[in-house]
């Protein structure tokens, strides 16, 4: 069965082809006017135009990759079954194109037709070949079907695999977007949360929190929970264990954003927050942070110019002791 279909590959439109090496493939094509290349890139070229087109020059270089390995892939073994070693390198080569059209925008089905556009050529020629012989035609046709089913199914699952991949990436860089670690002041540090607490968003909390500490040696990291929408038993723990983590590497929290429903949740909930500082606001809790870090905020009448200063200071003053 692979010598007959390997046959029509390579001997029925009129060329005697001693090998099946990618070259001699190649000039097959281009003598007879790229008939199947021709037909292929044709609804290849219109796939690939919905998401912004894939330059014909690669699409040409990819269908005579795919056919060369095609072919000394049914040149090696009489049996015809794509889960077998002998088609490793043709899953490899269909695994890149799939991997690279998921990053790239296609949807499954459009990837899947990299393989399934070049069945139709096939079919009219294998029809023209085989017209005297029906029962040779229908065991190709099935063999053909078979092996191209097989190759798309293939590329849809590594796709499947890829966009995956991509999506826990961008989710991975989302939470780490969303939590920012800012230096207000010399040893002070504030992250605010928003949105829901998970373990998963928790881990990237510590770490970020705690890389931030080792970085700039502060002192004070204000927690604010202005932005979550509401704390339960779970958020709590996750809470605690942030700030427990904080201060193994030598620095203090104090958790701000306590609006009156928290407060109130907390209270039912039974959490006990007994040991961490909390505050309303998150300037409430900058004032704390500035006060045990040996600062202090003053208000009022102007304060006089320094000897070289650039200007007067006006409004609140930050007070360094």
Known sequence: MAGALRHLLTTDWGHCMQTLGGTRLARLFNERQSELLGEWVAQQYAITSRRGGVPEAQLRNQFVQFVDLVCAALGSSEQ?????????????????????????????????????SLKEPLFARLRGALAADPATLAELTWTIS???????????????????????RQQQELLELSTPVVQLWEGILALP????????????????????????????????????????TLVAQHLLKTVAAARLMGADCVISGIRPQIAQTIVHLGVNLQNVVTKATLADA????????????????????????????????????
């Open 146 to 168: 078979t092996l191209f089913d097989a190759m798309g199914l293939y590329t849809t699952e590594v796709f499947q695999t890829s966009r995956e991949q991509v999506i826990v």
């Open 193 to 232: 949360l928003i949105g829901t607490l998970d373990s998963a968003r928790t881990q990237v909390v510590m770490e970020s929190l705690l890389q931030k500490i080792v970085e700039t040696g502060a002192a004070i990291a204000i927690i604010d929970i202005t932005g979550v929408p509401t704390v339960d």
């Open 80 to 116: 015809v079954d794509f889960n077998t070693p002998t088609w490793d390198e043709v899953r490899n080569f269909l695994a890149e194109v799939s991997e690279q059209r998921a990053r790239q925008g296609f949807t499954p089905v459009e990837t899947a037709m990299f393989v399934f």
């Open 286 to 321: 900058f004032i704390v942070a500035l006060k045990r870090t040996g600062k202090s905020v003053s208000g009022g009448a102007p304060v006089a110019e320094a000897p070289g200063a650039p200007g007067p200071l006006r409004g609140n003053q930050f007070v360094g002791y």
